[in-house]
Protein backbone atom coordinates (compact mmCIF):
# COMPACT_ATOMS: atom_id res chain seq x y z
CA UNK A 1 0.00 0.00 0.00
CA UNK A 2 1.52 3.54 -0.75
CA UNK A 3 2.21 5.85 1.74
CA UNK A 4 2.44 9.17 -0.19
CA UNK A 5 -0.94 10.99 -0.25
CA UNK A 6 -0.21 11.54 -4.22
CA UNK A 7 0.60 7.65 -4.57
CA UNK A 8 -2.65 6.91 -2.84
CA UNK A 9 -4.36 9.08 -4.83
CA UNK A 10 -2.87 7.52 -8.40
CA UNK A 11 -3.99 3.92 -7.03
CA UNK A 12 -7.54 5.32 -6.43
CA UNK A 13 -7.36 6.82 -10.13
CA UNK A 14 -6.01 3.12 -11.29
CA UNK A 15 -8.57 1.11 -9.53
CA UNK A 16 -11.73 3.28 -11.06
CA UNK A 17 -10.12 3.27 -14.41
CA UNK A 18 -9.50 -0.21 -14.27
CA UNK A 19 -13.42 -1.21 -13.68
CA UNK A 20 -14.18 1.52 -16.31
CA UNK A 21 -11.98 -0.46 -18.73
CA UNK A 22 -13.20 -3.82 -17.14
CA UNK A 23 -16.71 -2.56 -18.09
CA UNK A 24 -16.35 -1.30 -21.44
CA UNK A 25 -14.51 -4.69 -22.51
CA UNK A 26 -17.70 -7.14 -20.90
CA UNK A 27 -19.91 -5.15 -22.61
CA UNK A 28 -17.68 -5.20 -25.76
CA UNK A 29 -17.61 -8.95 -25.60
CA UNK A 30 -21.62 -9.16 -24.86
CA UNK A 31 -22.29 -7.64 -28.30
CA UNK A 32 -19.44 -10.00 -29.94
CA UNK A 33 -21.49 -12.88 -28.54
CA UNK A 34 -24.75 -11.93 -29.66
CA UNK A 35 -23.81 -10.75 -33.28
CA UNK A 36 -21.76 -13.77 -33.59
CA UNK A 37 -25.02 -16.20 -32.98
CA UNK A 38 -27.43 -13.67 -34.87
CA UNK A 39 -24.47 -14.20 -37.64
CA UNK A 40 -24.78 -17.94 -37.69
CA UNK A 41 -28.75 -18.05 -37.08
CA UNK A 42 -30.10 -14.97 -38.77
CA UNK A 43 -28.46 -12.37 -41.31
CA UNK A 44 -30.21 -9.84 -41.30
CA UNK A 45 -30.30 -8.68 -37.54
CA UNK A 46 -26.92 -9.61 -37.49
CA UNK A 47 -26.25 -6.80 -40.30
CA UNK A 48 -28.26 -4.44 -38.53
CA UNK A 49 -25.96 -5.47 -35.18
CA UNK A 50 -22.64 -4.55 -37.37
CA UNK A 51 -23.56 -0.94 -36.59
CA UNK A 52 -23.44 -1.57 -33.08
CA UNK A 53 -19.99 -3.90 -33.03
CA UNK A 54 -18.05 -1.20 -35.19
CA UNK A 55 -19.30 1.53 -33.03
CA UNK A 56 -18.22 -0.38 -29.53
CA UNK A 57 -15.01 -1.63 -30.97
CA UNK A 58 -14.13 1.94 -32.06
CA UNK A 59 -15.10 3.54 -29.24
CA UNK A 60 -12.24 0.56 -27.17
CA UNK A 61 -9.63 1.65 -29.26
CA UNK A 62 -10.53 5.29 -29.03
CA UNK A 63 -9.81 4.97 -25.29
CA UNK A 64 -6.98 3.01 -25.68
CA UNK A 65 -8.54 -0.38 -24.27
CA UNK A 66 -6.57 -2.24 -27.41
CA UNK A 67 -4.72 -0.63 -30.54
CA UNK A 68 -6.34 0.73 -33.31
CA UNK A 69 -4.97 -2.15 -35.63
CA UNK A 70 -6.57 -4.65 -33.72
CA UNK A 71 -9.77 -2.43 -33.48
CA UNK A 72 -9.23 -2.33 -37.73
CA UNK A 73 -8.10 -6.51 -37.98
CA UNK A 74 -11.62 -7.21 -35.43
CA UNK A 75 -13.59 -5.55 -37.72
CA UNK A 76 -12.80 -6.85 -40.73
CA UNK A 77 -13.12 -10.15 -39.15
CA UNK A 78 -16.74 -9.57 -38.44
CA UNK A 79 -17.82 -8.31 -41.66
CA UNK A 80 -15.83 -11.54 -42.97
CA UNK A 81 -17.69 -13.61 -41.20
CA UNK A 82 -21.14 -12.23 -42.08
CA UNK A 83 -20.43 -12.16 -45.97
CA UNK A 84 -19.29 -16.06 -45.51
CA UNK A 85 -22.74 -17.07 -43.44
CA UNK A 86 -24.60 -15.01 -45.98
CA UNK A 87 -23.22 -17.23 -48.71
Known amino acids: MPQRKTSVKD???NRIRQMRNLDIKSDLRKTLKAFTAAATSNPAEAQKMLA???KK????AKRNIFPKNTASRRKAKFAKLLVVKKA
Open 11 to 13: LKK
Open 52 to 54: VVY
Open 57 to 60: IDKA
